[in-house]
């Protein structure tokens, strides 16, 4: 028991950092991964968070995680909406009020988080 609560914390504390970028650096940003950052903290942050987590307040638990996706899935979905192909009642709306240029932005946004990922058979335990 004592084995599988240790790997329990531990699989929580790493996947609470899981989506943490550092962009608090602006200079080390290209042009356009600050304009998708601007993109993204205006129009996605409400529901998919700025780190592409959706855990903000209000949420529902089938909005997904953007953070860890590819840059053309990104585009190729936000587009999808924009044109109708897929339908969504806030997704297809909101992929209307943006640019082209702001598809590829924020998703090179997202798709530049980089993502944490744990093993848990990189953790040795004990038993006692």
Not at 25 to 43: D, I, P
Not at 84 to 93: C, D, F, P, S
Not at 95 to 119: C, G, R
């Amino acid at each position: 028991m004592k084995k599988y609560l240790v790997i329990f914390f531990t699989f929580l504390y790493f996947t609470a950092f899981a989506a943490d970028i550092d962009a608090s650096n602006e200079a080390n940003l290209s042009e356009v991964l600050k304009a998708g950052k601007e993109k993204a903290a205006t129009v996605c942050s409400a529901c998919h968070g700025l780190n592409g987590k959706a855990d903000s307040g209000g949420n529902s638990p089938n909005v997904p995680n953007l953070f860890g996706q590819k840059r053309g899935y990104l585009e190729a979905k936000l587009s999808e909406y924009k044109s109708g192909k897929l339908q969504h009642a806030q997704m297809t709306l909101i992929a209307q009020m943006i640019t082209e240029e702001d598809i590829k932005n924020v998703s090179l946004w997202y798709a530049s988080i980089k993502v944490k990922v744990f093993d848990p058979n990189q953790i040795l335990v004990t038993a006692d």
